[in-house]
Antibody
Framework: EEHLVESGGGLVRPGGSLRLSCAASGFTVSGNYMSWVRQAPGKGLEWVSGIYNDGSTYYADFVKGRFTISRDKSKNTLYLQMNSLRPEDTAVYYC?????????????WGKGTTVTVSS | EIVMTQSPATLSLSPGERATLSCRAS??????LAWFQQKPGQTPRLLIY???TRATGVPARFSGSGSGTEFTLTISSLQSEDFAVYYC??????????FGQGTKVEIK
């Protein structure tokens, strides 16, 4: 069975950095399309970043230049390096596996890790 | 960026009733539309993809329809465990993948 487990969230001051991790089991991160999705307190879902199995990366405009998505094949883990954090980045961050052919939907979700940006 | 608009924001219904949730895309997304269910404090769960295909383990009372810009999620007879927030999401034009703002189905 496929599982994703996020970690690395916490409290950080504005301008600070965090690195989120997402460990996968039951499938390979490098063989799949993967995304990070976030949800601010009391708000809806918002796509943040994605990485294709060929290594191509994509970012939402509001994180471009600040966040970096990557993966480690040997650890079967997805990462999100978050720099220059802002209070509006406060959210639960979920990693997802994206399945399909040519068009990819998010079929496996982790339980999320909470990021709080506050002074 | 494609904007997804869901209606209504809140749906108040009784167990056993039929729920009809709408989702509209600002431009055609073909049938590349997914629906998610999220209960309080829980992770979103994929219900429907390809506008009408139920994900593994999803009960038959959930059905999706539509294509292009207009989509519907129908719950034929609400069970107690179905009261939740539902999100639609397009994955036709990316990046970014975009979600609707959600419809809350609450007990009347």
């Amino acid at each position: 069975e496929e599982h994703l487990v996020e970690s690395g969230g916490g409290l950080v001051r504005p301008g600070g950095s965090l690195r989120l991790s997402c460990a996968a089991s039951g499938f390979t991160v490098s063989g799949n399309y993967m995304s990070w999705v976030r949800q601010a307190p009391g708000k809806g879902l918002e796509w943040v970043s994605g990485i294709y199995n060929d290594g191509s990366t994509y970012y939402a405009d509001f994180v471009k230049g600040r966040f970096t998505i990557s993966r480690d094949k040997s650890k079967n883990t997805l990462y999100l390096q978050m720099n220059s954090l802002r209070p509006e980045d406060t959210a639960v961050y979920y990693c997802t596996r994206d399945s399909g052919f040519l068009y990819y939907y998010m079929d496996v979700w982790g339980k999320g890790t909470t990021v709080t940006v506050s002074s | 960026e494609i904007v997804m608009t869901q209606s209504p924001a809140t749906l108040s219904l009784s167990p056993g009733e039929r729920a009809t949730l709408s989702c509209r895309a600002s431009q055609s997304v073909s049938n590349n539309l997914a629906w998610f269910q999220q209960k309080p404090g829980q992770t979103p769960r994929l219900l429907i993809y390809g506008a009408s295909t139920r994900a593994t383990g999803v009960p038959a009372r959930f059905s999706g329809s539509g294509s292009g810009t207009e989509f519907t999620l129908t719950i034929s007879s609400l069970q107690s465990e179905d009261f939740a927030v539902y999100y639609c999401q397009q994955y036709n034009n990316w990046p970014p993948w975009t979600f609707g703002q959600g419809t809350k189905v609450e007990i009347k």
